[in-house]
């Protein structure tokens, strides 16, 4: 930065010398223009004083985008931040040579904080048609609304990012925590939820032998949607030994 500006003052004591140069050589041809009036000066004479004439103006033309490139190089040193918020760590050091673009600090912002949070695609669904969305963090709740769900799919685990507002109290950034919400979709808890060949689902009883409903969609460690029509009974004990059409014994709890 320093550097830089003396680099300025610098140019711009230039210019004065410049333009006190133009000032000279447009009172020396206006003189030999009166001289040659009275033919006292020979036309070449006039010529050359026209041609110096025009030199320093081309030089002090070009000495200002000089300038013009000064100011924006001082300009460029001062670090203008494009949104308030605080600074949580500093990358470069004092006095360090950075070029355009090299990291110098992170600036968190701490007006438009938000929530995001990676989803699967029937949690996004339920989120959609409830409102009533919170964010618990140490024991702190926190009303939240959808913001926006970001249209790309993670290709690793299969879901989707997802972007909260806060409604009115705000989190720490960098805050961890649940997120919840009600939905009046009945939800099978994981727990219950078997692998049998390439479908997710789960084991009734249906006149006494194991049937297999499987859950499409439905993804491992994951609640799932069932319909809420559907009155059967759930097999809890012994569901890891069974097999599909497998004799049963029914003891209802």
């Known amino acids: 930065m320093h550097g830089s500006q003396l680099a300025l003052t610098q140019q711009n004591a230039k210019t004065k010398a410049l333009e006190a140069e133009v000032k000279l050589a447009t009172w020396q041809l206006k003189s030999v223009q009166q001289l040659a009036k009275n033919n006292n000066v020979s036309e070449e004479f006039l010529l050359q004083r026209s041609a110096q004439l025009a030199i320093k103006h081309a030089t002090l033309a070009t000495h200002i985008a000089s300038i013009q490139r000064a100011e924006r190089v001082v300009r460029n040193c001062n670090i203008v931040a494009p949104f308030t918020g605080v600074i949580s760590s500093k990358i470069a050091n004092i006095g360090e040579l950075a070029n355009i673009g090299t990291p110098l600090l992170t600036l968190i912002d701490n007006q438009q904080l938000e929530v995001a949070a990676q989803l699967y695609s029937q949690q996004i669904a339920q989120l959609q048609d409830h409102s009533a969305i919170t964010f618990v963090a140490s024991n702190n709740i926190y009303k939240l609304v959808l913001r926006a769900i970001v249209p790309a799919l993670d290709s690793t685990i299969r879901s989707q990012s997802a972007r909260f507002s806060f409604v009115k109290q705000k989190a720490l950034p ?28 789960f084991f009734i009883v249906e006149n006494n032998k194991a049937k297999f409903i499987a859950i499409p969609n439905a993804l491992e460690g994951q609640p799932a949607a069932i319909n809420s029509n559907t009155n059967v009974d759930l097999i809890v004990q012994g569901r890891y030994a069974v097999q599909h059409n497998s004799s049963v014994t029914l003891h209802k709890s």
């Open 174 to 201: 960098g805050t961890a925590g649940r997120l919840i919400w009600h939905s009046d979709i009945p939800q099978l808890p994981a727990t219950y939820i078997q692998q049998q060949q390439q479908d997710r689902g």
